[in-house]
DNA sequence: CGGGCAGATTAACCTATGTTAATAAATGAA
DNA sequence: TTCATTTATTAACATAGGTTAATCTGCCCG
């Protein structure tokens, strides 16, 4: 089993991996490798995959009412990412995920998903933790985002996440954020001029 | 046990809930009953509780940098609140959570939580598809807000909530919409003159 | 039934961010 | 290396929404 998934798994279940259910899991999953610019999912189309990135990185999006691209999620190496609505209901997926560089990913379908759960209940744990603290933290950066400035949520972005901001594009950073690259731009300016 | 609750875990899991389950499901759980503006949590204290929400409402919120009332969830019959990250980890609450009319309320602590999940496998089905589904349509929103302006997103909730749009106050909604109440006067009445 | 308070509206003015457009800098492919 | 393309910056102008402050409405409670 990969190193990065291995310590996720631990990590967030708080338990040990046993020798065991390592090898078992890796019956459930398999490796693909794809170009910059490669679409791991593509809207409208039925999503049967998760997908941890190994190495490289991609993001999922949308297309908003005037067509633009709204980046919905990052993923780099030891990220899990899909369209979750459409993965668990079968329905045509709203996001598309791209690949940001050359990236590796395991994909993991739905049957799968659910045997591997059931199977050993180390990773029904991982899961539901996994999920519960995506949306804790979801609901929190929703209400800085609706009570808080586009500066203010780019230093806390920047703070948080360093490793994304060396390797992500600002447009990409400037669309997760809400506003335009001209903006962040702007933004940027003003505060390297306050040091 | 409630009828509210009963059909949101049969519906949630996708099983029926037998008349065991439910005699010991309520066991783990007891009632409350609180006045208008009584809180079910304070900010800064470890919240020991979810709540199940059997009448009356009551929303979650948070004090933005400049001490401002910052609205994170709405709850009417029928749904769940809490503060989960407070909730799992122990830590203090970063939310609070206020009656917005006389209000009953189901209360189970972790402990209970996390007996009632391991004894009755469809409870940790029921609450793994509820954060599931509130994760997803939480990044939903989140990609929706910061796409499209307040009118959009004022007009979208009033249609997906017509509910929430009768009992709850405006300056409320408002401030869970990411805007200021004169903002949203403003806004309903451009949209009334549009008709 | 009447005074007080919470909630909603209005209006005038202000500012952060959007828009458009042009340029510059970086990247990548031939 | 050079050219083409993608990404980032800048500037001028437009606008949605914030801010302040005053008024209005309704309703709760004494």
Redesign the interface.
């Known amino acids: 089993m990969n190193d990065l998934l291995r310590k996720s798994i631990e990590q967030y279940s708080g338990q040990s991996l046993s020798e065991e259910c390592a090898l078992q899991f890796d019956a459930f999953v398999f490796e693909k490798t794809l170009d910059k610019k490669a679409l791991l999912l593509e809207a409208g189309q039925s999503c049967n995959y998760i997908f941890f990135v190994l190495s490289g990185s991609c993001y999922s999006y949308?297309a908003?009412?005037k067509g633009?691209t709204?980046v919905?999620?990052f993923a780099l190496e030891g990220y899990w990412i899909s369209d979750?609505?459409s993965f668990?209901s079968g329905n045509k997926s709203?996001y598309s995920i791209e690949c940001l560089e050359p990236t590796k990913v395991l994909m993991m379908n739905k049957a799968a998903f659910e045997q591997a759960c059931s199977a050993m209940p180390i990773l029904?744990r991982y899961?539901?933790v996994l999920?519960?603290n995506?949306?804790?933290s979801?609901?929190?950066?929703?209400?800085k985002?609706?009570?808080?400035e586009a500066e203010?949520r780019y230093t806390e972005f920047a703070k948080r996440h360093p490793d994304f901001m060396q390797r992500i594009p600002q447009y990409l950073i400037a669309?997760?954020?809400?506003i335009q690259p001209q903006s962040l731009s702007r933004i940027r300016k003003q505060l390297a001029s306050k040091h």
């Open positions: 949308l908003d009412r633009d709204q919905v999620q979750l609505a668990f709203t029904e899961f539901r999920i519960q995506a949306y804790v979801m609901q929190y950066r929703m209400a985002t609706t009570s808080e203010d669309s997760y954020l809400g």
